[in-house]
């Protein structure tokens, strides 16, 4: 007959006294361990360490990284939880080149500024000074510069503010490529077209056309210059249909041009 191994309850107290021991243990290191880490989030948030001491803006080419975060007003005693992202992004898409502005937070003390800012398309000139303006018209009097570098046309004449809003628009739908072959951009009404402009290309042509639907007939340019002989400048109307007038050309010899590269349009 098989013996059976019996355990006495006085054989059986100690080990259940060692394993509730080992409980009350663990609980008691987790209990401290949340006490303690309680305690050092508190410290973080009251002590210096949890200031702003970064503030990184990207995005940016026309507002400056200073002008950026003075508008923040985010200082070195800010503390970085108490950051407000609405109320960041609202003070700086006050600022007229700015579009729109997101702002994120890099532990332990950084934050980040990312700029999304209007397209710039053009300079006013004004007492001798060149001012920036952008696609939307605006016009950055803040941003003074005694010359421009061509990566944008010098805008001239534009005396009512909804024609030269539509022509800002226009020109932000221009490819960059395209954009940077124009020194001038004239507005020549007439009495029949208020919409009449004429272009000054950086290559020595003039561009006669309209500021409706501008961008989309702009376009054709390059493909029309590149029919032409580099050696003779002129006109390249891009009205109704496209053409190429050249300077001082005798009449006969223009209509033949004429045909030529409306021949090649088609």
Partial sequence: ?????????????????????????????????????????????????????????????????????????????????MINDAQIVKSVSENPAVESAEVTRKLPWTVHIKLNEYEHVGYIKNKGNFF??????????EVKQETINGDAPLILGFSDKDYLKEMTQELEKLPVSILRLISEVHWDPEDGNQNKIKLYMNEGYIVDGTIRNFAEKMKVYPSIVSQLDPDKKGIIHIGVGAYFEEFNKPVEEEAASDEEINDTEN
Avoid: C
Avoid at 9 to 19: A, H, S, T, W
Avoid at 133 to 138: D, F, R, T, Y
């Fill in 1 to 81: 007959m098989e013996k059976k191994n019996v355990v006495s309850i006085e054989d059986r107290i100690p080990k259940l006294k060692q394993e509730r021991k080992k409980k009350a243990n663990r609980r008691l290191i987790f209990y401290l361990s949340v006490f303690f880490v309680l305690i050092a989030i508190i410290v973080y948030l009251q002590s210096p360490l949890s200031h702003v001491r970064t503030v990184k803006v990207t995005g940016n080419s026309m507002v400056s990284d200073e002008e950026v975060i003075k508008q923040t007003s985010l200082n070195q005693d800010t503390n970085i939880w």
């Fill in 132 to 141: 920036p303006i952008l696609g939307n018209s605006e016009v950055l009097t």
